[in-house]
């Protein structure tokens, strides 16, 4: 019997060995978690279907024209699993191609509404089952029990993240064992971290970095942020705080608590997940200095997995790009730098292409940086996933931020993290480096607020929208003199604009020659600037306290950095703002508390989630965490089904981290070369075989709209499709600002 058609040495897959091998990886996989003996029974059966005569006839029928069988296999495995009361494996088995759905359908498929098809699949499982009994006995001889976490009384949340980290082992290994078998190789399996080497490693690197830095006055404080996450690394494992200015090096403190944690504790891997992915690739670049070994041939510690990373260009074999492709299929790799995205909708997706890379997080450390940024609106389910990798998945959880928000007073009030730093706001006392004036009464033209901030030498000035960037560059264009440079940053620019524009306010700062730079809050985390002045829009206090962290960074000025908060009459906001900015204004303003004061946002924080309702009913993290106890994968990813039998689904309710619904832009930025560049991969694209290589070469030129904004007749009429959702702005793009739009206030925000 035969699992697969011939590979490309002619040889067939022979089903018995590949279910057995299925199990092998399986039972390995799921061992951190305690379900070894289900995952591997998961594995044996999960094929079991293929044993059926017509399935092996077609198979055979259909080789030569590499077609499809199209016949079911999985049901029998689902309906012996159902026969020995083994729920989770249903579940599994049913779901190892199109992905966990929900028990309707489940049920259906292991008894069919028509008579016809139950008996042919009643005298089908027949046929399958006399098959197996002889090939694969042990099968019916070794049937595990059910595990204690899927018990009556278990956590019903834990159970189900059971059941998505069964489907992740069983998914992974029947993947790694069919492509074992088309490439006529053994299964591709990494090694896991070895912590210590790892840790020597950075540590020497990082010495090494230090001695040829020039020395600055936040080195001491750095260093002691440092010192606290190695001293706190040999703490047990469990969720962890890393709460500490911003610029005091959080992102090299996390690293090393992680890997000196993982030596002591035993873990796997170290996995950091972050929001934005500007801010991935900064802090993947890091980790590779300080980890990845010098010589090109030898193994890679650090995999960058994020949407901007091509991973499958077929121009490029080499034994790099071949590993790194590999290895984010199911994040197989020592030390992992992806975004909050990925890592998020991963855990609460359903399909198999997410879910692989699950039982990977089992037995890691877990570093969420930049946790401010997740949505408020999720935060419960965040905040419970957290919880059970902590409790039931051996995972450590290091949540790092200057602004750390109270994610746990919403439904855990009993969990309390451990704080890295042993006295974060002592640690910010000492670390204060500006002060705040506040222009919010009465409220200031934004016109105003611009040739304020031209009269300093240097200044940042940060706007709530794409819009207002705009205006602000304009109006600095006709008040500026000739000697300040005028720069700009917003998401209506293309990543290479963008990272130009950083790289010219860099030297200029350094220079100390005049700028002022307009921005939009994407300066807000991971970008490291030092500017003298900042002009922070009224938003939440979160966003002014990350704009504090780009004025007087290094601490030259002692504590005289100055953040000015404005509240310009003529100025937007995201809708999502109103409500915080008036919860905010009862805690932070003039004579009040500083945004940086850890008391007051520890204060803030659960009467801002109080206020939004999040964990209402018929809130979103509550419908989400009603299907999850029905173990409705479909309706957790997708969102559940609308009233009165629809069929569709309403994605407002679905676990996303994004909800906006974007576009991928294509722009004209750039030297004639990159405009050539351009043009030739947009001709690839468009022609009879579109390649991957010219979307990678692509990258840096794109930018996104919202699709509602691209379905005005007025910016319509400057797209032209490229591929699926690309599209080529043919409209006017201005070297300051980038895409030139009139947008509504609302229409076109970062």
Not at 560 to 581: E, R
Request: hydrophobic content about 40%.
């Amino acid at each position: 019997m035969w699992a697969h058609s011939v590979n490309s040495n002619g040889v067939r897959h022979e089903l018995q060995e590949h279910l057995r091998s299925v199990a092998a990886l399986a039972g390995e996989f799921a061992a951190p978690f305690g379900i070894s003996d289900l995952a591997w029974w998961s594995g044996l059966v999960h094929d079991g279907g293929k044993a059926w005569c017509a399935w092996q006839d077609k198979l055979l029928r259909v080789e030569t024209a590499k077609g499809r069988v199209g016949l079911d296999h999985k049901s029998y495995g689902v309906h012996l699993a159902h026969a020995h009361g083994l729920k989770p494996v249903e579940w599994v088995v049913a779901g190892h191609h199109g992905g966990l759905t929900s028990a309707g359908e489940v049920e259906d498929l292991r008894e069919p509404a028509d008579e016809d098809d139950e008996r042919l699949r009643a005298a089908a499982w027949a046929d399958t089952e006399k098959r197996l009994r002889v090939t694969v006995p042990e099968m019916f001889s070794k049937v595990p029990a059910l595990p204690e976490g899927f018990a009556p009384g278990a956590d019903p949340m834990a159970k189900e993240f059971l059941v998505r980290f069964l489907f992740s082992c069983l998914v992974d290994a029947d993947v790694l064992d069919t492509q074992a078998h088309f490439e006529s190789c053994a299964p591709r399996l990494g090694a896991d971290l070895d912590a210590s080497a790892a840790l020597t490693r950075f540590l020497d690197r990082r010495a090494e970095f230090l001695r040829k830095r020039p020395q600055g006055r936040m080195d001491d404080k750095r260093e002691q942020v440092f010192q606290a996450a190695l001293a706190a690394a040999s703490h047990e494992p469990g969720i962890f705080r890393l709460t500490a200015p911003t610029g005091t090096a959080k992102t090299l403190a996390a690293g090393a608590f992680a890997l000196q944690h993982a030596a002591l504790h035993n873990k796997r891997r170290v996995i950091v997940a972050v929001p934005f992915i500007t801010i991935t690739e900064q802090n993947a670049a890091v980790y590779r200095d300080l980890l990845d070994p010098a010589d090109p041939a030898a193994p890679r510690l650090v995999l960058e997995h994020h949407s901007h990373v091509e991973l499958d260009d077929p121009d490029e074999r080499g034994t790099h790009h071949s590993w790194h492709r590999l290895a984010a299929e199911n994040w197989d790799a020592p030390f992992i730098v992806t975004t909050t995205v990925q890592l998020f909708e991963s855990l609460f997706g359903r399909t198999g292409s997410k879910m692989r890379k699950l039982h990977r997080i089992a037995n890691s450390v877990l570093i969420l940086d930049e946790v401010q940024a997740l949505p408020h609106r999720l935060l419960p389910q965040v905040a419970d996933a957290l919880r059970i990798l902590s409790e039931h998945f051996g995972v450590t959880v290091v949540l790092s931020s200057a602004t750390q928000p109270e994610m746990w007073e919403v439904s855990f009030p009993d969990i309390r993290p451990r704080e890295i730093v042993p006295d974060p706001a002592a640690l910010f006392a000492e670390c204060r480096r500006v002060r705040y004036e506040w222009r919010t009464d009465p409220k200031p033209l934004l016109a105003d607020v611009v040739a304020e901030a031209l009269t300093h030498p240097q200044a940042l000035l940060v706007v709530n929208t794409v819009r207002d960037a705009q205006r602000a560059l304009q109006t600095a264009r006709t008040l500026a003199d000739t000697d300040v440079t005028l720069l700009h940053l917003s998401t209506g620019m293309c990543a290479a604009h963008r990272r130009q524009v950083l790289g010219e306010v860099k030297s200029l700062l350094q220079q100390g020659d005049p700028l002022l730079l307009v921005s939009t809050s994407l300066i807000e985390a991971g970008v490291d600037l030092d500017f003298p002045v900042a002009f922070r829009a009224i938003g939440p206090p979160e966003s002014i306290a990350q704009v504090a962290g780009r004025c007087n960074r290094e601490g030259n000025l002692g504590a005289d950095g100055l953040v000015v908060v404005f509240d310009p009459s003529d100025g937007g906001m995201p809708p999502s703002y109103k409500t915080q900015i008036d919860k905010a204004r009862q805690h932070f303003g003039p004579d009040m508390h500083d945004p940086e004061d850890l008391d007051a946002l520890g204060r803030y924080f659960p009467e801002l989630y109080n206020t939004l309702g999040i964990n209402r009913d018929k809130s979103v993290a509550k419908v989400i965490g009603q299907n999850r106890r029905r173990l409705d994968f479909r309706s957790v990813a997708d969102g559940p089904l609308t009233a009165g039998g629809s069929t569709y689904r309403d994605r407002e309710l679905a676990f996303r981290l994004i909800v906006e619904d974007t576009v991928p832009v294509v722009v004209p930025y750039g030297d004639a070369a990159a405009r050539k560049t351009v043009e030739q991969c947009l001709a690839r694209l468009r022609g009879a075989q579109p390649d991957k290589a010219s979307l990678r070469l692509l990258q840096p030129y794109l930018t996104t709209l919202r699709r509602r904004t691209t379905q005005r007749p007025d910016i319509a009429a400057q797209l032209t499709p490229v591929i699926g959702d690309l599209v080529e702005w043919r409209g006017s793009y201005d070297d300051g600002f980038g895409i030139v739009l009139e947008p509504e206030t609302e229409d076109f925000l970062l």
